[in-house]
């Protein structure tokens, strides 16, 4: 009810009036719509405006009971005012004394008798004899790289605790902290100070992997300048641009010396990759003075001005060189100490920070995880003992268990390409790969009884036909058409092809679509991003001889508008274009564009534009978001539209998502806009969103007494019109075999702890396991199938926590070739981290039904990315409901979303959400720390920086982070599978050609070349996986959680390398299956459903031939593997239990040469 308090209030009563005026001019929309569609009656349709009055109305009342609590509103403006900085709440402490730490920053204060040192992010001082240390920050926020002032009374470091990197003071005497600078998006590194004390020279860059530029910034304010600047280089590539890190100064302040090189980082790379230059203030030219072979990096210049120390690698240690600066006599110093972070971006520089003692006479440093004392003479080093009393707080822990649904029917999660009828009271779709029809007030049908892949419907435009394309791996495609009502379907080319995108002509007559040679697709082992004869083509309705029209050129989604004579497409590089049917006459109407990345030159582009069908406006998706945009007739140049901030758009700009959208068209009338997401299919009535605008507008209007500040926000809470949605449930039938089956004889190693059964049965009941135990202990159901299996081993399906497989997007392939390798390997669930697109949706549906077959296909989907800057954690809410609520995942992937500010709001929204996210690693070794300090679930990739010590593997047990370092791919130096191509015969292997197209096999097998990149030969002593893995196993010792991710370097047998890669650092064969198995399981949150051998969980597990615990390479000994009760061969695939039948023949094989030229 409404009372006289409610009244009062200035809000309230603009917010009612907003509602009545929407509410009237609601009903003039539908009263039109009565008068011209009668689709209703009088009766009913007072019925409904007097609905919508009385929801808006009393609603707006109720909400603002609850908003017009002064205490609730004090609080929450409070609120928002505390949380500027960091807004996570910590919900853990991680409490323990530490005597060593990993990739120590330290610096001695200018009288010699104090160090100064960062550990786990925060900063420490101690007696330069050695003790316990004094903290000096603490909190959330995380602290490094602390350099003296010359005077001693401050320190300089680096903090995130504004939400991102900037550079900050420290007052010792009284703790004051004083932010310099004021950055969202830049990262910094390796403060220094000038000689006199007034400047800070700092290494920044704008942008994640740019290269960073020293910058000198003043103490008291101002933004800086770059000092080092080259002419042109911001439109070189970024491997080509200058990186100036780790400024030194030694006795004058007129030189400063710095590590320099071309680009971030380089994979495999090939030395050197950094040499030491100096740049002189007076002349601001710098002269380049170390040739190294093995880098030089991180100079230290002494107080007195005669020494230079930097590091430098020797083989494949880093050691210390020592140079005389009068004569340039170099010698070593000490050798080894801790490795360089060469090989990887290096945010905290490539060698940690390290000083001389004031009288010149010796370097204090880290390395192997101490604090050490080395003399400038070359006499013995002497250690430098420390205790740190660690209390460092971790956000609150997000894991969750999820179920896996194994009901005999499910609903399908995607539509995709769907499009609504000329009369908009229909809309056809694809699902599951067939094509659907479906009345918008009804339940969806299939139109066709065809076995092929069938996509991208488009209605003629008197709504009685469909057009689509089919889709065969082994035949190609063809253009059909069926009738609306279903029946028969008429196929329309004569010739197969990759058909796509097809679209009506608007009279009817013919249809267009995009052409590529059916072999692009037949012959590529993913994604076809680009095939070499790619057009536009049309072909009669009545079918006939497809006719080209243009090369489309990098343009895409050909369609009309009311004039049948131009063909529209869109083009990311020229906008919206269009042109007769034959090609000519292109005319450019207009540009959409996003928003401006950091450290990017221009901002991103629509990445498609389709014109309405009265040709007044378009549809832009610009990155995951849909927006109409008004398009002016100006003539001469292209105008362009930028959406990133739609009210100071120079013409209307409308943003049409909130969350987000896919596959959007257009209503026949323009009046209507539509998109779907994941099994979601969206209606925006543009009249509608108007009239709800023009209600808040004439409301806003009628307030003449508000103040500024009310307004103001009033604008940030003002509610938007919201469009309809409605879930398509497509019905599916889920795989379920049925049966009795008793696996017999053999040893079993269960993951219940580390159970081991020698002589075991087990009994699976169609797709679950019923019992385990020793022969004969189990009791076996009358009819049971028994297969004996003594002298094997078994074991559970293995879990990729990090496989990305990609099968072809938008048109699908019938069999993914790459499903298949990994499941005859015994990889029986997977999960991939960043699937680029949602075709997986559809992909994992196929094989749930069998229709496909494979592991168990989980996914993040797409990633969050830094290109969709988190505004605050109502908008980080927003962003991962498309994982909760539409794609399903329960998980996303956190790849590198902007500052720690927004890392953090966004594993805020997780843990609200339940979904359990992973993260991109990055190369970035502090990142990867604030990961496991924020509670993030898991970390993908190697940590770059090695050794790691015990105060690294704590915090990640104390955390719960699950490590996939994903070997293969090592950070921090070559990548494992190098090793591997080295030394295995990869090519002449007869399971991997079985399974693995040729060209897949023979582009990764037959040359590697020597070039940097992802191909290359190294020596053995170089590799630095087992250094990698020597991480794993102190983690998996103390408790920690790790998984396998062989991230789809080599299919199948890839995982088996990676498994192999991780036990070599020491971890026992039975811990790395129980990396392999169980903890993969439970690091995606399905723990209690696979990764064990135990009654009542899916029957997922391998067979081998030999023993695993004697020899981890012989986990590649794969007789059986049976993923959801379905027993199959390893080496074919072919199905043993419980049917018997062959796999059918891949499409893939047989493509060697078979004709004779006459010549041997």
């Known amino acids: 009810m409404l009372n006289g308090k409610d009244l009062k209030n200035k809000s309230f009563i603009i917010k009612l ?5 929407q509410t009237c001019l609601l009903a003039r929309i539908l009263l039109k719509i009565f008068k011209s569609e009668r689709t209703m009656n009088s009766r009913k349709f007072l019925s409904f405006v007097m609905a919508a009055f009385l929801s808006m109305t009393l609603g707006s009342g109720f909400a603002q009971e609850e908003e017009t609590k002064p205490a609730e509103e004090d609080s929450t403006k409070k609120e928002k005012k505390e949380k500027k900085g960091l807004p996570l709440e910590p919900g853990r402490t991680l409490e323990f004394t530490a005597e060593e730490g990993s990739w120590i920053s330290l610096d001695v204060s200018p009288d010699g008798k104090t160090l100064v040192f960062d550990l786990l992010g925060d900063l420490y001082s101690m007696s330069i004899t050695g003790g316990s240390a004094t903290r000096l920050t603490s909190g959330m926020a995380y602290d490094v790289q602390p350099r003296f002032s010359p005077d001693g009374e401050r320190v300089v470091f680096i903090s995130d605790s504004s939400g991102s990197d900037n550079v900050w003071t420290l007052e010792l005497k009284n703790k004051e902290r004083n932010q310099l600078t004021k950055g969202k998006t830049e990262f910094y590194l390796s403060p220094e100070w000038t000689p006199d004390g007034n400047y800070i020279i700092v290494s920044k860059s704008t942008s994640m992997f740019g290269a960073a530029k020293l910058w000198l910034i003043h103490i008291d304010g101002g933004s800086g300048v770059q000092l080092i600047k080259i002419k042109g280089e911001k439109d070189r590539p970024r491997s080509q641009q200058l990186k100036t890190i780790g400024a030194a100064f030694g006795k004058e302040s007129r030189y400063i010396w710095y590590a320099q090189r071309r680009g971030d980082w380089q994979y495999n790379a090939v030395f050197p990759q950094y040499q030491l230059a100096r740049y002189d203030r007076d002349t601001g030219k ?22 230079l120390v930097y590091a430098t690698r020797y083989e494949h240690q880093t050691g210390l060189r020592i140079r005389k600066l009068a004569t340039g006599d170099e010698k070593w110093l000490a050798y080894p100490v801790q490795r360089d972070d060469q090989e990887a971006r290096a945010t905290m520089d490539a060698f940690p920070g390290y000083s001389f003692t004031p009288d010149s006479r010796n370097i204090i440093i880290s390395y192997g995880g101490k604090v050490w004392c080395v003399p400038v003479d070359g006499s013995a080093s002497v250690n430098i003992p420390f205790t740190v009393e660690v209390n460092l707080a971790l956000g609150p822990e997000v894991r969750f268990d999820y179920k896996i649904d194994d009901k005999p029917k499910f609903i399908a999660r995607q539509i995709r390409e769907a499009v609504p009828s000329p009369d908009g009271k229909k809309i056809a779709f694809t699902a599951l790969d067939k094509l659907w029809v479906m009345d918008l007030n009804g339940s969806p049908k299939r139109l066709t009884k065809s076995n092929l892949g069938e996509h991208y419907p488009a209605w003629s435009p008197d709504g009685k036909w469909i057009a689509y394309v089919t889709w065969s791996d082994a035949d190609g495609g063809h253009i059909n058409k069926v009738r609306a009502t279903g029946g028969n379907a008429t196929r329309l080319t004569n010739a197969s092809a990759l058909y796509n995108e097809t679209v009506w002509s608007p009279d009817g007559k013919r249809i267009v679509a995009v052409r590529t040679a059916a072999r692009d697709l037949q012959e590529s082992t993913g994604p ?23 090369p489309t050129e990098g343009r895409r989604a050909p369609h009309f508008a009311q004039d049948a004579s131009r063909i529209y497409a869109s083009s990311s590089s020229d906008g919206l274009i269009s042109m007769r049917w034959d090609g000519t006459d292109i005319k450019k109407h207009v540009k959409v564009t996003g928003e401006k990345i950091p450290g990017s030159k221009d901002p991103i582009s629509a990445s ?7 040709g007044d406006q378009a549809l832009a998706q610009v990155d995951n978001h849909l927006y109409a945009v008004t398009i002016p007739y100006v003539g001469g140049e292209t105008p362009s539209i930028s959406v990133s901030k739609p009210e100071e758009s120079p013409f209307p700009v409308r943003k049409l998502t909130e969350i987000g959208g896919q596959f959007p068209a257009w209503s026949a009338t323009a009046k209507k806009i539509h998109w779907s997401m994941g099994n979601a299919f969206v209606t925006y009535d543009l009249e509608r969103a108007q009239a709800f605008d023009d209600s808040l507008e004439a409301a806003a209007k009628a307030d003449t007494t508000s103040e500024a500040e009310e307004k103001k926000e009033d604008k940030e809470d003002k509610p938007k019109y919201k469009p309809d949605e409605q879930r398509i449930k497509i019905m599916a039938t889920r795989d379920l075999p049925k049966g009795d089956l008793v696996l017999r004889g053999a040893r079993v190693i269960t993951m219940k702890n580390h159970e081991i059964i020698e002589d ?27 297969i004996e299996v003594s002298g094997k081993t078994i074991i559970p399906g293995f879990v990729d926590t990090h496989a990305h497989m990609w099968p072809s997007w938008g048109i699908h392939n019938g069999q993914a070739w790459m499903y298949l390798a990994n499941l005859a390997y015994g990889v029986t669930t997977t999960r991939d981290p960043q699937t680029a697109t949602t075709d997986v949706l559809s992909y994992a549906d196929l094989v749930e039904t069998g229709d496909m077959i494979g592991p168990r296909i989980y996914s993040t989907g797409p990633g969050v990315f830094w290109g969709e800057p988190i505004k605050d954690l109502d908008h980080a809410r927003n962003v991962l409901r498309r994982y909760s609520d539409y794609y399903d995942t329960k998980t996303f992937k956190m790849y590198m979303s902007g500052n720690r500010q927004q890392r953090q709001w966004l594993i805020m929204a997780a843990k609200e959400l339940e979904l359990m996210p992973t993260t991109e690693g990055g190369l970035d070794f502090k990142l990867n720390l604030t990961h496991a300090i924020d509670g993030y679930s898991g970390l993908e990739h190697a940590l770059p920086i090695t050794p790691i010590y015990s105060d690294i593997v704590k915090l990640f047990v104390k955390s719960g982070i699950t490590y996939s370092p994903t070997l293969l791919v090592s950070y921090g130096g070559p990548f494992a599978e190098n090793y591997y191509y080295a030394t295995e015969n990869v090519f002449g292997d007869p399971k991997l050609r079985h399974f693995t197209p040729h060209t897949e096999l023979a582009s990764k097998s037959l040359r590697r070349g020597s070039r940097p990149g992802s191909a290359g030969w190294f020596h053995r002593n170089e590799h630095v996986f087992d250094k990698h893995a020597k991480f794993v196993a102190d983690l998996i010792a103390a408790g920690g959680r790790a998984g396998v991710g062989a991230h789809g370097q080599l299919q199948g047998l890839g995982y088996h390398w990676e498994l192999w890669s991780i036990q070599s650092g020491g971890l026992s064969e039975h811990d790395a299956l129980r990396v392999a198995t169980i903890y993969g399981a439970e690091a995606i949150g399905f723990g209690n459903d696979v990764g064990s051998i135990e009654p009542g969980k899916l029957a997922d597990l391998i067979i081998l031939n030999k023993n695993p615990l004697e020899n981890i390479r012989n986990t590649n000994s794969v007789k059986y593997v049976m993923k959801n009760g379905r027993l199959y061969n390893g080496d074919t695939l072919d199905e043993v239990w419980p049917r018997q039948q062959a796999l059918a023949k891949p499409y893939w094989q047989d493509r060697a040469p078979s004709t004779k030229a006459g010549i041997k």
């Open 17 to 21: 009036l907003a509602n009545i005026i």
């Open 286 to 307: 710098g002269t380049v003075m170390t040739s190294r072979f093995g880098s030089a990096i991180r100079p230290a210049l002494s107080p007195d001005g005669k020494l």
């Open 528 to 550: 076809l991003f680009g095939a070499l004869a790619r057009q536009f083509v049309y072909v009669s309705a009545q079918g006939g001889n497809v006719i080209e029209i243009a």
């Open 760 to 786: 075991a049965d087990i009994l699976i009941k169609n797709h679950r396991i019923e019992a385990v135990g020793e022969r004969g202990q189990v009791e076996m159901p009358e009819g049971a199938k028994i």
């Open 608 to 614: 498609l534009i389709l014109i309405a069908p009265t």
